[in-house]
């Protein structure tokens, strides 16, 4: 067990819909990141937050947006979905200078 | 650039044998290296790490070694078991603007034949 932990663990939905995927980090890891992985494939790095505010951003949509809160859990939102939008989405967080403790992710399925 | 989604290359290995995954990283200034296991459904798991002062690490069954020459980074399994089936990824972490960024490589799927 990371100490990372993602919800839903499964989720199903249709094109044109938007979800929201939430995300607690390990107990006193400011930094969070999202991941999103398709089948067989590596990870690519969508956004990463630290403390609340947004550090870095990778290869992430416009349909898609994050944000962390005052309590440090993070939320990845995506909106009108499309099947290409099907992934494993895996929350990571870090101590400034350590490595990445990743969550189970969660899976999307978009029909 | 950031990692590529490429289909996974397969390493077979025989049980009792010794495994060598590659990885290549792009960022001469990446300062931090990690080895992640992940097993079908789960996420990635921490193997072993290695800054970049160094160039080998040894951990229980596992070696990382670092060419920071020619950008190259190894995880060798010693004596690799059924257990050790799974995706092997590396990372690299470079400080980009203030902001660490870690970078994945393709990954490497060992499987382990009995």
């Known amino acids: 067990d990371s100490g990372v932990t993602q919800t839903p663990k499964h989720l199903i939905t249709a094109t044109g819909q938007r979800v929201t995927l939430r995300c607690s980090p390990r107990s006193g890891d400011l930094s969070v990141y999202w991941y999103q992985q398709s089948l067989d494939q590596g990870l690519q790095f969508l956004i990463q937050y630290y403390n609340g505010e947004e550090r870095a951003k990778g290869n992430i949509l416009e349909r898609f947006s994050a944000q962390q809160f005052p309590d440090l859990h993070s939320e990845l939102n995506l909106s009108s979905l499309e099947l290409g939008d099907s992934a494993l989405y895996f929350c990571?967080?870090?101590?400034?200078?350590?490595?990445?403790?990743f969550g189970e992710g969660s899976r999307l399925t978009v029909l | 650039g950031e990692s590529v989604g490429l289909h996974l290359p397969t390493l077979s290995v025989q049980e009792g044998d010794n495994s060598i995954i590659n990885c290549a990283y792009s960022n001469s200034a990446s300062d931090y290296f990690i080895w992640y296991k992940q097993e079908s459904g789960k996420g990635p798991q921490f193997i072993i790490d290695?800054?970049?002062?160094?160039d080998k690490r040894q951990g229980q069954r596992v070696t990382v070694l670092l060419n920071k020459t020619v950008k190259h980074l190894s995880l060798q399994i010693a004596a690799t078991q059924p257990g050790d089936s799974a995706v092997y990824f590396c990372?690299?972490?470079?400080?980009?603007?203030?902001?660490?960024?870690?970078?994945f490589g393709t990954g490497t799927r060992l499987k382990v034949l009995a």
């Open positions: 990571a967080s870090s101590v400034v200078r350590g490595e990445l403790f």
């Open positions: 990372a690299s972490r470079g400080d980009t603007s203030g902001t660490y960024k870690y970078i």
């Open positions: 290695i800054r970049s002062n160094m």
